[in-house]
T-cell receptor, first 114, second 112 residues
Framework: ETGVTQSPTHLIKTRGQQVTLRCSSQ?????VSWYQQALGQGPQFIFQ???????GRGNFPPRFSGLQFPNYSSELNVNALELDDSALYLC?????????????FGSGTRLTVV | GENVEQHPSTLSVQEGDSAVIKCTYS??????FPWYKQELGKRPQLIID?????GEKKDQRIAVTLNKTAKHFSLHITETQPEDSAVYFC???????????FGKGTRLSVIA
C-alpha cells in the first residue's frame, strides 16, 4: 500500500513566475483535493478532482488550476505567483462512493515566493 | 458555505491532565467531523472522526462528542503525554465528495 506522495517537498519561486506541484493519490483512492495552509492557519480548500474533472472549488482565483490523470494522480498549477501564495500546499486523496469518508494527506509542498 | 470555528487557539496542560478542544459548525447538512493532529513540519494525521448518526466515539485516550442540535463537537484527550503536543484541527464536511472545511487549529502544549 502506498500513501499520498507529493513533489517537490520545497520550492522557491519569484513573484510572477508559474509553478506546478504534483500529487500521487493513495492506492485505491479516486479523488484528490488540494489545500493551502498558510503559516499558523488551518488548511483552506482550493479544489477537488474526481474522474479527471474539477468537482468543487474554494475561494481561489482562476490562476490556481489543476489536472487529474487517469491514474488519479494530480497537479496543481499556480500562475502569476504572488507573495501571499507562500504556504504549505497539501494534497489529500479519498475514495468517493465508499462508506469511508476519510481523507489521507500528503506531506505537502512548501512554496516560498520571493 | 460551511464555517468552522475552533477554540481555544492555544492550550497548555500539565502532563496527566485532560485537554478539551471545541468546534462549532454552521451548516446543518454537515455529517462528518474528523480531527487531525499536525506535528511541526509534518502532514495532518487523522486521529479520530465521528459521523452525525453517533453522539460519541472513543479510541483509548481520545474521544469526540457531537451535539447536532447545537452544532458543536469536541475533542477530549485524557491522561495527556508530552507526545500529544501538536496542533489539532477540527473539520466538517457533508460526506461523499464534498470538501473538508477546517477550523484554525489549536496548539496544544503538554508540560512535563
Amino acid at each position: 500500500e502506498t500513501g499520498v506522495t507529493q513533489s517537490p517537498t520545497h520550492l522557491i519561486k519569484t513573484r510572477g513566475q508559474q509553478v506546478t506541484l504534483r500529487c500521487s493519490s493513495q492506492s485505491g483512492h479516486n479523488t484528490v483535493s488540494w489545500y493551502q495552509q498558510a503559516l499558523g492557519q488551518g488548511p483552506q480548500f482550493i479544489f477537488q478532482y474526481y474522474r479527471e474533472e474539477e468537482n468543487g472549488r474554494g475561494n481561489f482565483p482562476p490562476r490556481f488550476s489543476g489536472l487529474q490523470f487517469p491514474n488519479y494522480s494530480s497537479e496543481l498549477n499556480v500562475n502569476a505567483l504572488e507573495l501571499d501564495d507562500s504556504a504549505l500546499y497539501l494534497c489529500a486523496s479519498s475514495l468517493v462512493g465508499s462508506e469511508n469518508y476519510g481523507y489521507t494527506f500528503g506531506s505537502g509542498t512548501r512554496l516560498t515566493v520571493v | 458555505g460551511e464555517n468552522v470555528e475552533q477554540h481555544p487557539s492555544t492550550l497548555s496542560v500539565q502532563e496527566g491532565d485532560s485537554a478539551v478542544i471545541k468546534c462549532t459548525y454552521s451548516d446543518s447538512a454537515s455529517n462528518y467531523f474528523p480531527w487531525y493532529k499536525q506535528e511541526l513540519g509534518k502532514r495532518p494525521q487523522l486521529i479520530i472522526d465521528i459521523r452525525s448518526n453517533v453522539g460519541e466515539k472513543k479510541d483509548q485516550r481520545i474521544a469526540v462528542t457531537l451535539n447536532k442540535t447545537a452544532k458543536h463537537f469536541s475533542l477530549h484527550i485524557t491522561e495527556t503525554q508530552p507526545e500529544d503536543s501538536a496542533v489539532y484541527f477540527c473539520a466538517a464536511s457533508k460526506g461523499g465528495n464534498t470538501p473538508l472545511v477546517f477550523g484554525k487549529g489549536t496548539r496544544l502544549s503538554v508540560i512535563a
